[in-house]
């Protein structure tokens, strides 16, 4: 009998891991730091997330990411999951997911649980098996690791609320970056719905922090905020919308991270979606262009000048060279004077090379040496500053700057595939 | 100079160091020579067990400053730097750091001069054993000894075996004890052991791999967790081995299925499209852009079950500028013989109940969610069979093609086939109905029964029926006439 039991666990596993892994989130960063010490169980955060492995598709595996069950009542036409789609379904009980989730993590395999789930019955149902899930792992067993609970939109706030009390981040799909793509393809949610679910967790995260602020042993809600995610290339979307709608939700609603997710082609998708994948390299450059606006100074509008006329960013060249290219009356930029807001535009310059160039030019006055030292590659740099003993007279007005500085085209198939 | 007080000149002083991760050892003995202004070409630092016999014209005992509190400078940076350089396993760490300690006093900020080549070494090294901590957090693998049942971590005994680089493991033990403060665990290593017992830990000399448990039925569950978590649509082995290189392979149990899963990953890709292509035919194409040629793709449309039947596609008819386009489900028995929509007898319900309206069919576009009749054969007859929803999903693309050139300002779906059709979501009819739903091409969509649901009633439900079905069809006049004119 036991043995039946092990042999019925992992066909689960298998069923509602592969459901879970289009989900692109697997952060375990930023939340309170927290031990075992002094408790009954086990786990710890502290700050950085930790990738336990890397999978072959070069993502972390930083979280037991799983699906409580995989029937959904739901007809979202991009999801394997979707009511109308022909996949193995399984199920698992709220016990289930805490003992496996403690079995992983005793062994060091885990960071936590990110738990999200297929609609079953209803919205409010199967949140509440979610909330139980973690109120198992955190009253039952004192587990003291990371939590990250995939909300529903759809289910009573009263629900959401106590789900943000268990977990470190609670999240919230978009899905699509457009309203018509949302109708078109996810015919049962609505944008109103989901937005309005974001900003009554931004208000619950900030409320906690205000009472931590003034009573100690306020409770935490959701200390690792929350985040969504965005599937790329499943309608018609461009870049330039998607840029515009992730720097709206970073704005109206306080998010930690905006996921993008390369639509994939799905078994048994349907026949409105298109069957061939974006490129890979696509979600690559969003990624990019996402950081230029977290860390790099860019304006969410100066990231849209740098695509072209689809409104897409070039694939061939990363968006911040892309931005540099069309506005070459910014460079060159002189390593020893130049401001940091400046530097930080200059392709090949990351935040890190920034902070060195910024600090060693109070000692010595920088040549392309030195640059060289302090960055990946400076050939990719040079046309864009000058130093010393460097200026790059007629490089940046070359008509053909680009294709010098793209990568070869072999290599790019290479990345893409 | 006064150093010359103390050194004897041609003077070479070693220090054996007790522990090669001993900072506080290092950071005494640097001191006082710095003090005594012993340079650094003057000192060899031998880490234990290393060849310290090259040294052996050396002299052990270290000079006496004269003012053993003389500062010595020593900046922030440096100090959280040659902390975690301290446990390199390079032989010359401590040369080193004794050379950059040197250089500190005349020059204190030098560790802010990134372009320096030693400055740049130490932040290397720090850097390498910062990443070899945090790769430790993240690849030692516990297995468990002993039995999991019980109160929470006892009764069982989890142990790992893992590989440094550096001499990280007695700096490390903190991370686990904070997190695995109520288990019981040791993790092996050929640089020493450490031991909690949930109280205290314990250290002992270097290990085996052999000294530590092989295998722990957990592993099963991991290893098809790490299987199934893995896109075979998205292969970037390069990001993997960047950040999960081969070394560390050999000691992590899910390591083992990568070269499977890298080599099936292409296979599985294509499997994954074409199980949709299976079922689509080949890939969908751009679409037809002329009624006729959506006529002449239909008939060749294998993208669904239906399509392999022994039947033909019926294409849709009337003006390719029909204010007013009608859905049904799919052709039926008759409609598939004749080769026109609605010609059966739910036709003649459909087209009495138009005349009644007052809608015109020839000014009306009359089509099919479905373009093939599904059916089951019975003796010599074709049964109807309603389709699945994923059948009228595949055959969304071919209704849509001849919406988009069409384009009827007002829909009409008969049934909740042909509103699943537009909707892409099975609605109710009894809720839809009698209000108008805009459609994202601009254009707004009435829903209603299909008419041989009319004729499977019989008596006063069929009579309610029957009222509702004209009076969907007199609104759909109403509006008709307001949105032509």
């Known amino acids: ?417 | 100079m006064t150093a010359l007080q103390h050194v004897k000149l041609g003077t070479y002083y070693v220090v054996h160091m007790p522990e090669p991760d001993d900072f506080a050892f290092w950071r005494e003995r640097a001191r006082q020579l710095v003090q005594c202004d012993v340079p650094p070409d003057r000192v060899a630092w031998v880490e234990p067990g290393g060849n310290g016999s090259l040294f052996s014209h050396g002299d052990k005992r270290l000079p006496v400053p004269d003012d053993a509190t003389r500062m010595i400078r020593a900046s922030k940076r440096f100090l959280s730097i040659a902390k975690n350089v301290a446990h390199h396993s390079d032989p010359e760490r401590f040369s080193l750091l004794y050379a950059m300690l040197w250089r500190l006093q005349s020059n204190p900020r030098l560790m802010e001069d990134k372009a320096d080549s030693q400055v740049r070494r130490l932040e290397d090294m720090d850097k390498s054993v910062r990443r070899d901590a945090h790769k430790m957090h993240a690849f030692v693998r516990f297995r468990m000894v002993g039995d999991e049942e019980g109160p929470e971590g006892n009764g069982e005994h989890y142990v790992a075996w893992f590989e440094p680089d550096h001499h990280i493991v007695r700096r490390e033990a903190g991370f686990f004890v904070r997190r695995f403060a109520n288990m019981h665990w040791s993790i092996l290593t050929p640089r020493g052991c450490i031991h909690w017992d949930g109280e205290v830990v314990r250290e002992s000399g270097p290990a085996q791999k052999s000294d530590a448990p092989q295998g722990d039925p957990a592993e099963d569950l991991w290893r098809k967790y790490y299987a199934s978590i893995f896109n075979p649509a998205r292969l970037k082995i390069g990001a993997m081995l960047k950040e999960m290189p081969r070394k560390y392979w050999k000691n992590m149990p899910e390591a083992a299925l990568i070269p499977e899963l890298v080599a099936g990953a292409q296979k599985r890709e294509s499997e994954m499209v074409d199980a949709g292509a299976s079922l689509f035919g080949e890939e969908f194409e751009d679409r037809p852009e002329t009624l006729a040629a959506i006529d002449k793709a239909i008939h060749a449309c294998r993208k669904c079950p239906i399509g392999s039947l022994e039947n033909e596609a019926v294409m849709g008819e009337g003006p390719d500028d029909a204010a007013l386009m009608i859905v049904g489900e799919q052709p039926g028995d008759q409609e598939d013989l004749a080769g026109k929509p609605f010609v059966g007898p739910a036709g003649q319900v459909l087209d009495a109940a138009l005349a009644v309206a007052g809608i015109e069919r020839e000014q009306t576009y009359v089509t099919n969610a479905v373009k093939h009749f599904k059916y089951t054969q019975r003796g010599k007859r074709r049964l109807h069979q309603s389709p699945t929803a994923k059948e009228i999903d595949v055959c969304r693309w071919w209704h849509e093609a001849e919406r988009a050139i069409v384009k009827p300002k007002v829909v009409l779906a008969l049934g909740a086939s042909a509103a699943r059709a537009m909707l892409g979501k099975t609605v109710s009819i009894s809720k839809v109905r009698g209000e108008p739903m805009p459609l994202d091409d601009g254009s707004e969509l009435w829903v209603t029964a299909h008419p041989s649901y009319l004729l499977r009633l019989d008596g006063d439900a069929k009579a309610e029926q029957e009222r509702l079905f004209a009076a969907d069809l007199a609104a759909v006049k109403e509006r008709l006439s307001q949105l032509v004119g």
Request: hydrophobic share 40%; with cysteine; charged share 25%.
């Open chain 1, 1 to 417: 009998m036991e043995h039946m039991a092990a042999l019925e666990t992992i066909q689960k596993l298998e069923i509602l891991a592969d459901a879970a892994k289009y989900d692109a989130s697997c952060a375990s960063s930023g939340t309170a730091k927290r031990n075992s010490k002094g408790g009954k169980g086990v786990g710890s955060t502290e700050g950085m997330g930790i990738c336990h492995a890397y999978a072959p598709d070069g993502r972390c595996i930083s979280l037991l990411k799983i699906l409580l069950t995989n029937h959904c009542i739901f007809d979202c036409h991009y999801c394997i999951n979707r009511k109308s789609s022909n996949v193995r379904r399984a199920k698992f009980t709220p016990q289930e997911v805490a003992d496996l989730t403690l079995t992983f993590y005793r062994r060091n395999y885990i960071e936590g649980l990110f738990l999200s789930s297929g609609i079953i019955k209803s919205s409010n149902h199967t949140m509440e098996l979610l909330v139980e899930t973690a109120r198992i792992l955190r009253e039952d067993h004192d587990f003291r690791g990371y939590i990250h609970l995939k909300t529903i939109p759809e289910a009573d706030p009263d629900l959401a609320h106590q789900a943000g009390l268990y977990a470190d981040r609670v999240s919230i799909n978009v899905e699509l970056p457009t309203d018509v793509g949302l109708t078109r393809l996810a015919p049962d949610k609505n944008s109103r719905q989901i937005e309005g679910a974001m900003g009554g967790m931004k208000m619950a995260i900030r409320q906690s922090k205000d009472e931590r602020k003034r009573f100690k042993h306020a409770p935490r809600f959701a200390p690792g905020g929350q985040s969504t995610q965005m599937i790329v290339g499943a309608d018609a979307a461009t870049d330039s919308d998607i840029v515009g709608k992730a720097s709206r939700l970073y704005g109206n609603f306080k998010l930690r991270r905006v996921y993008y997710s390369a639509f994939s082609p799905i078994p048994d998708a349907s026949a409105v979606l298109p069957l061939k994948r974006p490129p890979l390299m696509r979600e690559h450059r969003l990624y990019q262009s996402d950081w230029l606006m977290r860390f790099y100074g860019f304006a969410p509008a100066e990231v849209m000048q740098a695509t072209d006329a689809d409104g897409n960013l070039p694939l061939d060249i990363d968006p911040k060279l892309a931005w540099a290219l069309k506005f070459r009356g910014r460079f060159p930029v002189d390593v020893n004077r130049a401001p940091r807001e400046d530097l930080l535009r200059v392709p090949g310059l990351g935040t890190r090379a920034v902070g060195q160039i910024l600090a060693s030019r109070r000692h010595r006055n920088l040549r392309l040496d030195d640059v060289a030292k302090l960055t990946v590659s400076v050939a990719k740099v040079r046309p864009f500053i000058c130093t010393v003993d460097w200026r790059p007279t007629l490089l940046t007005d070359r008509a053909d700057l680009r294709s010098l500085l793209a990568p070869k085209q072999e290599q790019l198939e290479l990345f893409a595939a």
